[in-house]
């Protein structure tokens, strides 16, 4: 009976929300390939076209991440965890065996199918974590996705500052905790994320929102606090270990949340305890689209007389795909995320042609910032809808837009203008993830999320073909020049100046697609905005 109190108590709601902010900080190692491309590059004698499509391998493993959306539904979340962390280690395991030398290099078509292993990894830790959290904490959807995609985010500089400081940036010791971290932190997480009934109550909401903020300021904290890592120069062994030891520290702070509910729940008297757990786990379901609420029971009358769902409720993956939202939306997430994985795959190339010595910290940029896009979009997108009703997508505009002057920036090839245009990348990039993530759940329901989710995400390998494997990789080895080994290498402004220029246009024509989802989708959120307001009123009075 103590079991299964605890398991449906708010404290081990937010003890499987730590655990997975943990996951998410050790799963954005799809990020990662600039820290150790030109490795392979060299030991495989590659083009920069060939090198370009090992990346698109990489990302390629991102479409059948349309598997783990299916068996979101099927499987339980320690599950599919298990799959994720099983499968990139073995993806990662054997890049590290042949960087390190201790195998002989496979054939490149082997190479691909181990990079598609570690890519496609991340999408079985990433949808077990974010339909798990999405339908633990509905009510609060936008500070949700912002946390985890943060923490995706600063996963990169967490990886490449870990390895900086204790292994001299080694591509085969980096190679090596992009395999053995995630596995063991995946099967930690195993033990306690699980869907807990959502909250009830309007105290239990205000106290969701105080803890987010708690987690806000400790990521802002971890991401100020690596950034000064990467700014500060040259370190020495013990000033490294040390950041390293504080690293971890902040990392685990966040479990003071769940202690500190634990604590209460002890304080408490055991009948009042049996009491409301019963009551609440008799109340609440768990069907994944299932919200107790006034408009859910609309929803379910319509259902039945109307075949076609309204935009806000739920709908399967080809209710989602026979309307033009759907596209709007996907089209619009093509030409963010598209462009942003070409500049986060071709970052070390890009700044060893523009005369960068140390590519790595161009790396750790856009992680970072790529956090605070991601953390702030999500909260700010949460406040706005329930302060002025202002759709979600506008916020994806905004990010389109600014993501355009970035590409200019980086064409015009000024000094400086590189670490400008990661930083201005990162955080749009970010802010695309974080905002996509919620408006899709909100436009078709959370039942069929999972699977609609990793149909959304099939940009993230489309747009690494497209615009890294085929734009950057062709017009790179145009410019470029044969060397001695067989590869190819072009340096100066010149060799991704086109590039950035179409990118530019792409993120110009999804601003235009954002434009419009946000005009489409206004009534929506102005019925989102005056659903809370009641509910408000009404708690008030």
């Known amino acids: ?92 395991g054997v890049q590290w065996l042949v960087v390190s030398g201790r195998i002989q290099p496979l054939p490149y078509w082997v190479m691909c199918i181990f990079l598609c292993m570690g890519g496609n990894s991340t999408t079985w830790m990433n949808t077990a974590i974010l339909v798990t959290c999405i339908r633990n904490f509905r009510k609060n959807r936008g500070p949700v996705s912002g946390i985890l995609k943060g923490y995706v985010g600063l996963s990169t500089a967490i990886f490449t500052d870990i390895c900086s400081a204790l292994f001299a940036n080694d591509p085969s010791s980096f190679l090596l905790l992009l395999a053995v971290i995630p596995f063991v932190v995946c099967f930690t997480a195993v033990l306690f994320l699980r869907e807990i009934p959502p909250s009830s109550t309007s105290a239990e909401e205000q106290d969701e929102v105080k803890y987010f903020g708690i987690i806000n300021a400790v990521a802002v904290c971890i991401a100020v606090y690596l950034l000064a890592f990467d700014i500060s120069g040259p370190h020495g062994t013990v000033s490294s270990q040390l950041f390293a030891a504080i690293l971890l520290i902040l990392l685990a702070s966040p479990l003071f949340i769940p202690m500190y509910l634990m604590t209460k729940s002890f304080i408490r008297s055991n009948s009042v305890n049996l009491d409301f757990e019963g009551n609440n786990i008799a109340t609440v379901p768990l069907l994944a689209g299932q919200i107790v609420e006034k408009e859910d029971v609309g929803v379910v009358v319509k259902k039945e007389v109307a075949t076609v769902p309204m935009i806000g409720e739920d709908h399967t993956i080809f209710e989602a795909m026979r309307t033009v939202d759907f596209w709007i939306l996907f089209f619009s997430f093509l030409c963010g995320v598209g462009t942003g994985l070409a500049v986060m795959n071709n970052l070390g190339q890009m700044g060893l042609a523009m005369g960068y010595v140390d590519v790595s910290i161009l790396v750790s940029f856009t992680s970072i910032w790529g956090f605070f896009g991601r953390i702030l979009s999500g909260s700010a997108s949460e406040y706005f809808i329930k302060k002025a009703a202002i759709p979600r997508p506008v916020w994806n505009a905004a990010s389109q837009i600014l993501m355009a002057i970035g590409y200019i920036l980086m064409a015009m090839a000024m000094p400086g203008s590189l670490y400008i245009g990661s930083i201005v990348v990162g955080i749009c990039y970010g802010v695309r993830l974080a905002v996509t993530v919620p408006t899709a759940s909100e436009l078709f329901g959370l039942k069929y999320y999972g699977l609609i989710y990793n149909v959304l995400i099939l940009n993230l390998p489309l747009g690494s073909f497209l615009f890294s494997g085929l734009l950057a990789g062709l017009l790179y080895d145009a410019q470029a020049t044969k060397t001695a080994s067989g590869g190819n290498t072009c340096i100066g402004a010149h060799c991704y100046r086109l590039v950035f220029i179409v990118m530019a246009i792409a993120c110009i024509i999804g601003f235009g697609l954002d434009v419009l989802l946000s005009i489409r989708t206004r009534s929506l959120y102005s019925k989102i905005y005056a659903s809370r307001k009641s509910k408000k009123s009404a708690v008030l009075a």
Not at 9 to 18: C, D, E, N, T
Not at 24 to 30: D, K, L, V
Not at 58 to 87: C, H, M, N, W, Y
Request: net charge positive.
């Open 1 to 92: 009976m103590g079991f299964h109190i605890l398991s449906t108590s708010p404290a081990r709601k937010w003890l499987g929300f730590v655990a997975a902010v943990w996951v998410q900080a050790i799963s954005g190692n799809n990020y990662t390939f600039s820290n150790y491309s030109d490795a392979l590059k060299s030991l495989m004698s590659l083009t920069q076209l060939q090198l370009n499509n090992l990346s698109v391998a990489k990302d390629v493993g991102k479409a059948f991440g349309i598997f783990a959306g299916i068996a979101s539904d099927r499987l339980p979340t320690p599950a599919i965890l298990l799959i994720g962390s099983i499968e990139g280690f073995i993806g990662y």
